[in-house]
């Protein structure tokens, strides 16, 4: 693999990011209405008329229909072509960053799961377990591989994680959901001993809303709704880069 430059790797990745991208768009369209994944093929959601080959090929179909359905002329969302392109970036992003390797892989793999869980959990507040299960298994096999003299870290994070936010959830029903949970099992089984800044990350962008919220509603800011699952990305992702150098400087100051 490393005979290849690096730019064909990564326009690889984003190509099947782009691919898995595709198919992500299909999960936050049907998931939450509890339809089928696979069955029936891709329709338009207006006339439900099949589509095309040329139909589906990601973010070019989007722009060569001029975002209009063929047969009925609705148009189409242009959060099909975002989710697509934030798949695809991301997973490019990964290999560019960790190269073609199982580390980069990885983080491929948490990139593009993390795109519908955020637009799922965004638009219903709930996080697919579809999606975020299956990921997680994967990630930690992947990540495991990459490094394997420590895989305890990985499995340790990945419990550890996902039993902190349980915690939560147990003390505060209404504040944290195990969709979080499952999610936080997967950002651990990714991050490793990364998944402790993400947690922070995602703690502090939580809290800063909620001051902003308080500012700007008052007292009716303690009954909004706010889904945690976009946090929790935010956190991994900056984590994922910034993780391994947040925890050297912290543990310098511990020195």
Do not use: N, Q
Not at 22 to 44: H, I
Request: net charge positive; with cysteine.
């Amino acid at each position: 693999m490393s005979a290849a430059p690096l730019w064909y790797w990564a326009a690889l990745a984003g190509v099947l990011g782009l691919c898995v991208g595709s198919f992500s768009t299909v999960a936050v369209s049907r998931w939450p209405a509890g339809e089928s994944l696979v069955r029936p093929r891709s329709r338009c959601t207006t006339c439900a008329r099949t589509l095309g080959p040329a139909e589906l090929v990601p973010v070019l179909s989007w722009l060569a229909l001029r975002a209009r359905c063929r047969g009925c002329g609705s148009r189409i969302s242009w959060t099909y072509p975002a989710i697509e392109l934030a798949s695809g970036a991301l997973a490019a992003a990964a290999i560019l960053s960790f190269g073609p390797t199982w580390e980069g892989a990885a983080a491929a793999i948490l990139g593009l799961a993390l795109v519908p869980v955020v637009v799922i959990d965004l638009r219903h507040r709930l996080i697919p377990d579809v999606i975020v299960l299956p990921a997680a298994v994967l990630g930690l096999a992947v990540a495991t591989a990459a490094d394997p003299a420590r895989w305890w870290v990985y499995l340790s994070a990945a419990a550890g994680a996902a039993g902190f936010l349980l915690l939560l959830a147990l003390v505060h029903p209404g504040g944290m959901g195990l969709g979080d949970v499952k999610l936080a099992l997967l950002l651990g089984a990714v991050l490793g001993a990364s998944v402790v800044p993400a947690l922070a990350i995602a703690f502090g962008i939580g809290a800063a809303l909620g001051v902003v919220a308080l500012v700007r509603f008052g007292p009716a800011a303690r009954k909004m709704a706010i889904p945690f699952g976009p946090f929790l990305a935010a956190g991994a992702l900056a984590a994922l880069w910034l993780g391994p150098a947040m925890i050297g400087w912290y543990a310098e100051r511990l020195a």
